[in-house]
């Protein structure tokens, strides 16, 4: 059974910072490509950021370029999303995603697992 946990999502004032983290269990972390993506009520559920099966590669949406940073570590199953600079527009629930493929794709349809999602909420 595969397991993906998102924690690390709260209340944070616009310009704050934030930590997301998603631990995975029931599959072989390293050979997954991993992303993150957010819904906000009312909205499609959209591509945030994702990293390639081993770290080298990653992908951003434009929305938080030079904002947002995804990483991993492979030797703790383990994934994040290290938020800074966020602005209300930010606030979504966060959901962490396993990719069928190695390589960091921004389509939801690579993603064949996901979390239960993180709430993030930035206040103005």
């Known amino acids: 059974q595969v397991q993906l946990v998102e924690s690390g999502g709260g209340l944070v004032q616009a310009g704050g910072s934030l930590r997301l983290s998603c631990a995975a269990s029931?599959?072989?972390?390293?050979?997954?490509?991993m992303g993150w993506f957010r819904q906000a009520p009312g909205k499609e559920r959209e591509f945030v950021a994702a990293?390639?099966?081993?770290?080298?590669?990653?992908n951003y949406a434009d929305s938080v370029k030079g904002r947002f940073t995804i990483s991993r570590d492979n030797a703790k199953n383990t994934v994040y999303l290290q938020m800074t600079t966020l602005k209300p527009e930010d606030t979504a629930v966060y959901y962490c995603a396993a990719s069928e493929y190695k390589y960091a794709s921004n389509s939801r349809i690579s993603y064949s697992n996901w979390g239960q999602g993180t709430q993030v909420t930035v206040s103005s």
């Open positions: 990293i390639s099966w081993r770290g080298g590669s990653t």
């Open positions: 029931g599959i072989t972390f390293s050979s997954h490509a």
